[in-house]
Antibody, heavy 120, light 108 residues
Framework: EVQLVESGGAVVRPGGSLRISCAASGFTFDDYTMYWVRQAPGKGLEWISLINWDSSSTYYADSVKGRFTISRDNSKNSLYLQMNSLRTEDTAFYYC?????????????WGQGALVTVSS | EVVLTQSPATLSLSPGDRATLSCKASQSVTFYLAWYQQRSGQAPRLLIYDASKRATGIPARFSGSGSGTDFTLTISRLEPEDFAVYYCQQRSNWPQLTFGGGTKVEIK
């Protein structure tokens, strides 16, 4: 069974930094593109970043480009999101998501989410 | 950016009813569209991808259709667990992956 468990969510001041992590199990981690998708409380879904299987390709939504960095460690079956220069509008649940295929660009399996609150 | 517009915003139906949800794209996404279900307090779940392919473990009462700019998710007979929010998502304009605003299916 695929399991994705996020950790590291916290309350952070505007302008601050935070790194959240995702531990993956139940599948061959380095076979799949991985994603971060966020959802502000009571709002819709927003894709923010993807990383391919060997980290050679990373992409970001315009809303986080230059501030957030996605990375992965295939030896640890782990995905990360480094968030810098945080803004109040970055407050959201951050979901770690597995692709439907190697590069299917659909979101097949989701973690339960890590809550990041940006507030003074 | 490809904008996805979902309608209606809310659909009020009874268990056993047929549900028809719409997703319209601002430009053609060919058949590169998916549907997700999000129950209250839960993470989203992939239902349909490539417009009409059911994801693993998804019941046959869920079906997807459409191409180009107009897509439909149909739930043939609503079960109690189907009352939720549904989102569409396109991958045609990758790497910019976008979602629609969602349709809430509520109990009438």
């Amino acid at each position: 069974e695929v399991q994705l468990v996020e950790s590291g969510g916290a309350v952070v001041r505007p302008g601050g930094s935070l790194r959240i992590s995702c531990a993956a199990s139940g599948f061959t981690f380095d076979d799949y593109t991985m994603y971060w998708v966020r959802q502000a409380p009571g709002k819709g879904l927003e894709w923010i970043s993807l990383i391919n299987w060997d980290s050679s390709s990373t992409y970001y939504a315009d809303s986080v480009k230059g501030r957030f960095t996605i990375s992965r460690d295939n030896s640890k079956n782990s995905l990360y999101l480094q968030m810098n220069s945080l803004r109040t509008e970055d407050t959201a649940f951050y979901y770690c998501v597995k692709d439907v295929a190697t590069m299917g660009l659909y979101f097949a399996s989701w973690g339960q989410g890590a809550l990041v609150t940006v507030s003074s | 950016e490809v904008v996805l517009t979902q309608s209606p915003a809310t659909l009020s139906l009874s268990p056993g009813d047929r549900a028809t949800l719409s997703c319209k794209a601002s430009q053609s996404v060919t058949f590169y569209l998916a549907w997700y279900q999000q129950r209250s307090g839960q993470a989203p779940r992939l239902l349909i991808y490539d417009a009409s392919k059911r994801a693993t473990g998804i019941p046959a009462r869920f079906s997807g259709s459409g191409s180009g700019t107009d897509f439909t998710l149909t739930i043939s007979r609503l079960e109690p667990e189907d009352f939720a929010v549904y989102y569409c998502q396109q991958r045609s304009n990758w790497p910019q992956l976008t979602f629609g605003g969602g349709t809430k299916v509520e109990i009438k």
